[in-house]
């Protein structure tokens, strides 16, 4: 162990004024490296170090080799570093395997501190020294030490750093930054370097400010000092949804639309126009969004929302005109069928006034005709369906008004004109029931 810590020391102050010690067993100094190299390849880690650490001391950074060779002191370094490392991994005392690894850190530091940028490769050993720092949990704050490597790695080639691992390392500073409560800090370096990291490193960005900003309005106020980038337009919005600032949501939902006139963004226009009651502009923003999708559900969805509008302004045969389309875009979804009863029953409201007449009964044929087939073609309403069925079996023509008209169950009978002029649209045949 004092030969061990000896041996630290000496890296740290021999800058080749002091005397240095003979070399193992009277060997030359080509010798000493030759039988490292050798020791080390065998993965001899007792005699590599002890023929290492006198090549560090004694040769740090340079050495004449035969025929003018080149020396590579840094190779020497990174040997002893992995030789400390697995003498360090056999250890069963945990001061003594403490004090292996220390002794690597100490080689890192001295490293950096005696080469240049032109000896050797600094990004590189710097970011090795970061990993070496963030794997050794014996170290007092270890994960923050490798911080400081990685910001002088970003410092130097900030790209080079952002990229490495899929942006990992940002992440790893970022993430340390939060733990150590340097919330400022994680802030202002998300917002640096935002604009040049991959997508998965912009999802963890958006989780970390979550956690940063538990509070909406905190998280409002933030935002709005970052610009208006889309994706920051868009974050506002449902931030705004949350906190129920109505007003803000309608600007930034138009903001949103005119920036980016897109499919979700033109029905959030048809959302507000629809809240608003405004159904004529619903349509027209519903009508446009169907030209920006090609999604089967989407545009099924839209068609029938377009149904629905025409509806609410009791345009009864535009509206049973887009329920059809909606149907043919999706035959096997039941919601267009039902919407169609509804349709023919609301065409009764109309036509009846204040009084069903039974001609008007016989419409509700006709409307459970429809919810026959959304059943058939979409179980998923089958318990609407069954609702619907109750509310409409008691306006069916009584076995009395069947009789009066003689209507007999199985009977064809024409919803047109000739039932009642106002039902001349539906123009459609029900059975007697």
Known sequence: MILLMGATGLYAQNN?????????????????????????????????LRFGRWLLIAHPKEMELPGGARYRADRNFSRMITTYQEIAGQQTDPVLREAYIDSAKALYIRVLDIFDEGEIDRYR????FGRFLQTNRSFENNDMLAVEQ??????????????????????????????????????????????????????????????????????????LTLGDDIEIIQELFELYQRVGNREKVNELAVTLYEREPNFENTIRMADMATTDANYRQAIRF?????TRTEDMVQRRDATLRISENHLNMDNLQLAREYARRASRIDPTWGQPFLRIADIYAQAVSQCAGGTIAREDKVVYYLVLDYLDRARSVDPSTAQTVQRLYRTYQNVLPSTEEKFFMNWNAGDRIRVDGSLKQCYAWIDATTTIR
């Not at 340390?176 to 409560?181: E, K, L, P």
């Not at 519903?286 to 169907?290: G, V």
Request: hydrophobic residues 40%; charged residues 25%; proline residues 5%.
């Open 16 to 48: 080749g004024n002091e005397e240095i010690p003979p070399a193992p067993w009277g060997l030359s100094s080509v010798e000493v490296l030759s039988l490292f190299g050798t020791y080390f390849t065998n993965k001899d880690w007792d005699n590599a």
């Open 125 to 128: 050993w710097t970011f090795d």
């Open 150 to 223: 990685y910001l002088k790695l970003f410092e130097k080639d900030p790209s080079r750093l952002l990229n490495e691992a899929n942006g990992y390392y940002i992440q790893f500073i970022v993430d340390q930054y939060v733990r150590n409560n340097m919330r400022d800090e994680a802030i202002a370096l998300m917002a640096e370097t935002e604009s040049m990291v991959g997508p998965e490193t912009i999802t963890f960005f958006g989780t970390v400010r979550g956690r940063l900003f538990s509070n909406p309005e905190e998280r409002i106020e933030y935002l």
């Open 286 to 290: 519903l009508e446009e969004a169907l």
